[in-house]
Nanobody
Framework: QVQLVESGGGLVQAGDSLRLSCAASARTFSIGAMAWFRQAPGKEREFVARINWSSGDTYYADSVKRRFTISRDNAKNTVYLQMNSLKPEDTAVYYC???????????????????WGQGTQVTVSP
């Protein structure tokens, strides 16, 4: 099975940058795709970004395009989320997730991902 550990969250001011990391150990299934979701206080968990493992194709929520960049290190089974020009509305717990199949069907939905990390807090002050 897959285990995921996120890191890199913290408290920053608006306009600052953070880089989140998520290290995956795939013992049974191959990594088809990895994604980042976030959940703000009082809101549902929402899709942020996804990267297909083999092709490197990326997908972003409109709210983070041009500011966030998702990338991967295949040798380390690690996915990153570079977050620039952070805004207070980016404040949330950020979760990484794995889709073993890599299917693009419903890729914005939590149901497309079988394994989840524990989350890392990102707080952006005005």
């Amino acid at each position: 099975q897959v285990q995921l550990v996120e890191s890199g969250g913290g408290l920053v001011q608006a306009g600052d940058s953070l880089r989140l990391s998520c290290a995956a150990s795939a013992r049974t299934f191959s990594i088809g795709a990895m994604a980042w979701f976030r959940q703000a206080p009082g809101k549902e968990r929402e899709f942020v970004a996804r990267i297909n493992w083999s092709s490197g194709d990326t997908y972003y929520a409109d709210s983070v395009k041009r500011r966030f960049t998702i990338s991967r290190d295949n040798a380390k089974n690690t996915v990153y989320l570079q977050m620039n020009s952070l805004k207070p509305e980016d404040t949330a717990v950020y979760y990484c997730a794995v889709s073993p199949s890599g299917s693009v069907l419903g890729y914005r939905s939590r149901r497309a991902y079988d394994y989840w990390g524990q989350g890392t807090q990102v707080t952006v002050s005005p």
